[in-house]
């Protein structure tokens, strides 16, 4: 396994929920900024929702008030709670988590990714 690794896509009803889940290791997790990303088919990858390491969440304005960020210190994890669906949110969902090291260099740490489809 990776740095990072997702799970929890799947098919679902429009108006339906779903949570991913984004295992993040355990030697990076604390010192990590952790987002989740999302890419429909043939258009590019925007972000969706982020956390800071004090878990602070912000929101891309298509998700505000649907969905929520949220990190377990305890199991390594960042979730994304996704209620109220809608087919437009349908892509291949991405998380990655960002570490800053000497001199302000930054890492990236993406996962494979995760389906989610969402049928009206």
């Known amino acids: 396994q990776g740095e990072v690794v997702e799970s929890g896509g799947g098919l679902v009803q429009a108006g339906g929920s779903l949570r991913l889940s984004c295992a993040v290791s355990r030697s990076i997790f604390s010192s990590a900024f952790v987002g989740w990303y999302r890419q429909p088919p043939g258009k590019p990858r925007d972000l969706v929702a982020s956390?800071?390491?004090?878990?602070?969440?912000n929101y891309a304005d298509s998700v505000k008030g649907r969905f929520t960020i949220s990190r377990d210190n305890a199991d390594y994890t960042v979730y994304l709670q996704m209620n109220n669906l809608k087919p437009e949110d349908t892509a291949v969902y991405y998380c990655k988590a960002q570490t800053t090291g000497k001199a302000w260099t930054r890492y990236n740490y993406w996962g494979q990714g995760t389906q989610v489809t969402v049928s009206s």
């Open positions: 956390i800071t390491t004090g878990g602070v969440p």
